[in-house]
C-alpha cells in the first residue's frame, strides 16, 4: 500500500520546512526486539538502481525480506528468503550489493561468525534468491561497495572489537564467486597491544578513489579508560580498487596499513567515548567529510562534522546536547542519540540525519551551510514526529547522489543493554519514505 503522510508540527518543524514528505511505502511488519534493521553499518541497506528502490530487512519472523520499489507506480515486489539464523544479535544486520549484472547479492548474519551469504537467481527479483551458504570464518560487518568501473567489492572485519583486520573480497566475473584478497587492508593484528579497526561509510569519489574514516578499538586492558576506547579519527585513500592505499598528502603505505602507517587526522583523546562506524560523504570540491562524535571533556558527546579544506582538517560541533553518557559496556550499546549520518548537496551544504532522545526520539534533519558550517545558524526539522525508541538513520545514497531525494528506512527498534544473542521480539511497521528538498 503506498500514502503521503502529512507531517505533524513540533518543535523542530516551522512554515519553512526544507524537505518535504512525498511519499510513504508501508513494507510490512519488521524485527524490532533489538536495531538490527536499523544500523547503520549495513552498506547498503536500500539502494535505488535502474529507477528501483531496492531495499532488505528480517521481517517479525527473523526470515529476510527484500523489497524492489517503483517509486513512481507505488508498487512493491517482494522476495521472501527462510533464515534460520534469527537475528538476536544487532551485528547481524544485512548489507545488500548490486552486480554490473543487475543480481542482487545478500551479506548476514554475522558477529565475529560465518557470514551468510546469497544471491537473487537473476536480474529480476521475482525470481527469488540462492540457497542460503556460509562464508568468511569470523566476519562482522559486512560492506559492498560499487567501484566506479561498477565492479562489486565486498568488504569486511576478520576476528574480533580488540583484534582484528579488514579484508576485502572481489566478484568474480561469473557473478557467483568471491575471492578473497591474501592480504588484508587494514589490520590490528601483531601489534604490542591487538586492536580492532572500524570504518565509517566507504565513499568512492568521481575518481575511483575510495575515501575511508577509520576507528581503532583498543585492547580493554591496554588503558584504564574502560571497556570501549576508541581512537582516531584517521583518513586514508584506497586506489586501484582497493589494492593500494595513500594519505591525502600522497604518501603510500604498504599493506596491511596498520596503527603505526595509519594517518591520524583528527586527534580525539583516549577516553572520550569516540564512535565507532559514523558517517562519511565528499564535498562539492571532492574533498572527504565525516560525521561522527566524541566527548571533548565536559561528559557531553556532541556531533561533529570534521572535513578536509586545502591540506587542513577542520571541525565544528553540529550539535548542543545535554544528556551525560559514556561508551562503556558490551556488545551493542542502547545510547541516547543515535550515530548520525550525513549527506553534502551540490551546493556544498550539508545534511545531518539523527533521533535523539533529547527529542523524545523523533528522527530530526539538521541543514548547515558552508564554508564553516555553524551550529547557530542551522536549520533543524521534524521528519519523522513518533518515538522511534533506538533507530538510526537508514539512507539511500544512490537515490541522493541520483536525484537529490532523501529516501530512507524507517522503523521504531528496541534495544537492550547487553543484550546481543538474547531472545527479544518485538515487531514495528517499517516504511519507505522520500522527501525532496522544498
Known amino acids: 500500500m503506498t500514502k503521503t503522510v502529512q507531517r505533524r508540527r513540533s518543535s523542530h518543524s ?12 508501508e513494507l510490512g511488519p519488521a524485527w524490532a526486539g533489538n536495531s538490527v534493521n536499523c544500523v547503520p553499518y549495513r552498506v547498503d541497506a536500500v539502494r535505488t538502481y535502474n529507477g528501483v528502490r531496492y531495499v532488505a530487512y528480517f521481517d517479525d519472523a527473523g526470515d529476510i525480506v527484500v523489497a524492489g520499489v517503483d517509486p513512481s507506480a507505488g508498487s512493491v515486489a517482494r522476495a521472501h528468503i527462510t533464515n534460520s539464523r534469527k537475528p538476536y544479535d544487532a551485528h547481524q544486520a544485512i548489507s545488500l550489493g548490486i552486480d554490473p549484472t543487475g543480481h542482487l547479492h545478500l551479506a548476514f548474519g554475522a558477529h565475529a561468525s560465518s557470514l551468510l551469504v546469497t544471491r537473487s537467481r537473476s536480474a529480476e527479483l521475482t525470481d527469488g534468491f540462492e540457497e542460503i551458504r556460509e562464508d568468511a570464518e569470523e566476519a562482522t560487518y559486512p560492506m559492498f561497495l560499487t567501484l566506479k568501473d561498477q565492479g562489486l567489492v565486498r568488504l569486511h ?22 575471492t578473497r584478497s591474501a592480504t588484508p587492508l587494514i589490520s590490528g593484528l601483531g601489534q604490542p597491544w591487538s586492536c580492532g579497526p572500524y ?55 604498504s599493506l596491511p596499513v596498520t596503527p603505526l602507517t595509519s594517518e591520524r587526522v583528527i586527534p580525539v583523546p583516549l ?34 562534522l570534521c572535513w578536509l579544506e586545502n591540506l587542513s582538517w577542520r571541525t565544528a560541533p553540529v550539535s548542543s546536547f545535554r544528556t551525560p553518557f559514556r561508551l562503556d559496556g558490551g556488545g551493542t550499546l542502547p545510547l541516547p542519540h543515535s550515530r548520525p549520518e550525513l549527506l553534502i548537496d551540490p551546493t556544498g551544504r ?45 539512507v539511500d545514497r544512490a537515490a541522493w547522489s541520483g536525484r537529490g531525494e532523501l529516501v530512507m528506512y524507517v522503523q521504531r527498534c528496541a534495544q537492550g543493554m547487553g543484550r546481543d544473542g538474547q531472545e527479544d521480539i518485538e515487531v514495528a511497521p517499517a516504511r519507505l519514505m522520500t522527501w525532496t528538498p522544498g
Do not use: C, M
Not at 236 to 251: I, P, Y
Open 199 to 253: 570504518l565509517n561509510t566507504p565513499v568512492v569519489a568521481p575518481d575511483g578513489s575510495v575515501h575511508l574514516f577509520l576507528v581503532w578499538r583498543l585492547n580493554e586492558t591496554a588503558t584504564s579508560a574502560g571497556a570501549v576506547v576508541n581512537v582516531g579519527l584517521d583518513a586514508l585513500v584506497a586506489q586501484d580498487g582497493l589494492r593500494s592505499v595513500r594519505t591525502h598528502r600522497g604518501v603510500e603505505s
Open 14 to 25: 516551522s512554515k519553512t520546512a526544507f524537505l518535504q514528505l512525498q511519499q510513504t511505502i
Open 350 to 394: 550539508a545534511l545531518v540525519l539523527y533521533r535523539s532522545r533529547e527529542v523524545n526520539n523523533r528522527l530530526v534533519a539538521l541543514q548547515l551551510d558552508p564554508p564553516d558550517y555553524v551550529l547557530r545558524r542551522a536549520r533543524p526539522q521534524t521528519l519523522v514526529d513518533e518515538d522511534l525508541d533506538f533507530y538510526e538513520p537508514i
Open 157 to 178: 572485519r576478520r576476528g574480533r572489537h580488540n583484534k582484528g583486520a579488514i579484508y576485502v573480497d572481489r566478484l568474480a566475473g561469473d557473478s557467483r564467486e568471491w
Open 271 to 304: 577516553g572520550a567515548s569516540l564512535i565507532n562506524q559514523a558517517a562519511a560523504a565528499l564535498l562539492p570540491t571532492g574533498k572527504p567529510a565525516a560525521l561522527t562524535y566524541w566527548d571533548a571533556g565536559d561528559g557531553i558527546p556532541q556531533y561533529r
